[in-house]
């Protein structure tokens, strides 16, 4: 019998395949934002609005991650931005592999590429893609207990959007115990609270996003 | 139901580590697992009796070491093993704390029959 010493992380691929991802995004200058919520959050809502807001200034791609179907896909073409669909089949998750499958179809470069990973709010945390960072999102409905509950993905999430305030005077949800739980997982976490459907609390969304597509060309220029 | 792709990659990693080293039959998996990971040991075990067969680990077991959640604090500098991925200073309440451990999932070796 012999025994040998492995030491090797069992997602070494994947994090492998990630960074060989992460190279090819920045070589393109393109900020990457991997975007993680339950279904039903609001992501596509989150993302149109930011598309809505941007697309004259910064060439941006989506990139719809589903098990199955172009439901998101379509409705974002709609406002004229390029978008690509990865469909996961059996898989609750997006991981490097599937990502980098959808990269020799990126024509040009862009300046903002936001990924809509599938609706779950605990297995796509584990599996990177290549993105520049994690942002979660966390409705109302869901609950203000959901940080403490699915605290990986918070505690990986750079920025969190707490969405769907416009239903808080029909919900029980404390808005204060949703924050401490955000920071208690992520002291560092970038808290943004939002309406997708009225569209209030955005503003700071889009100071945000500027400062870092500007951070991420300055870094590569340098 | 992440599991399976991650089960998928432990056979796949295991089988190459066992080509490379000589190994012909994987008897045991030494597999650490965080406390602050997604990882199921019950998923990834239900998922393994299927993976396995017809791969070098075919007879193989998991043997799971679970690694636990160690933080250590700037404002006090004491270090605390905590059973909860809460990640505040138990003895000061600090939020400026270090994690130092709860996120392994790696193979640590695995035990087999030489070729």
């Known amino acids: 019998m012999k025994r040998i010493k492995i030491l090797k992380p069992v997602l070494v691929s994947n994090q492998q395949r990630a960074k060989e991802n992460r190279s090819v995004f920045d070589k393109m200058n393109s900020l990457v934002i991997n975007i993680i919520a339950s279904p039903g959050a609001g992501k596509t809502s989150f993302i149109k609005n930011i598309v809505e807001h941007f697309k004259r200034r910064y060439s941006i791609l989506v990139i719809e991650g589903d098990i199955k179907g172009q439901i998101d896909s379509q409705s974002i073409s709609k406002l004229g931005v390029d978008v690509l669909q990865i469909n996961t089949a059996t898989e609750c998750h997006l991981d490097a592999y599937m990502t980098a499958q959808v990269l020799p179809q990126i024509k040009k470069k862009h300046d903002l590429i936001l990924v809509e990973n599938v609706g779950n709010l605990v297995c796509p945390a584990e599996f990177e893609i290549g993105e520049d960072y994690k942002l979660a999102i966390l409705s109302t409905p869901e609950g203000d207990d959901k940080p403490m509950k699915y605290p990986l993905l918070f505690h990986l999430a750079k920025v969190v959007v707490i969405n769907k305030l416009d239903l808080l005077p029909y919900l029980d949800f404390n808005l204060q115990d949703a924050k401490r739980g955000i920071k208690r997982e992520n002291p560092k976490a970038i808290i943004f609270e939002v309406s997708a459907k009225t569209g209030n609390g955005f503003v700071e969304i889009f100071r945000h996003l500027e400062k870092e597509v500007n951070a991420k060309k300055k870094k590569n220029t340098d | ?115």
């Open chain 2, 1 to 115: 139901m992440h599991e399976y792709s991650v089960t998928k990659a432990l056979v796949d990693l295991c089988n190459k580590e066992a080509e490379q080293n000589n190994i012909k039959r994987i008897c045991k998996i030494h597999l650490k697992v965080g406390k602050f990971t997604g990882f199921s040991p019950d998923s990834i075990e239900f998922y393994f009796e299927h993976l396995k067969s017809n791969t070098k680990c075919s007879s193989a077991t998991i043997v799971f070491e679970e690694v636990p959640i160690k933080i250590t604090c700037h404002e006090c500098g004491k270090q605390n093993e905590i059973d909860e991925p809460i990640l505040l200073c138990p003895d000061c309440g600090s939020e400026k704390i270090d994690l130092l451990s709860g996120r392994e999932f790696f193979v640590a070796s695995i035990e087999g029959e030489e070729s």
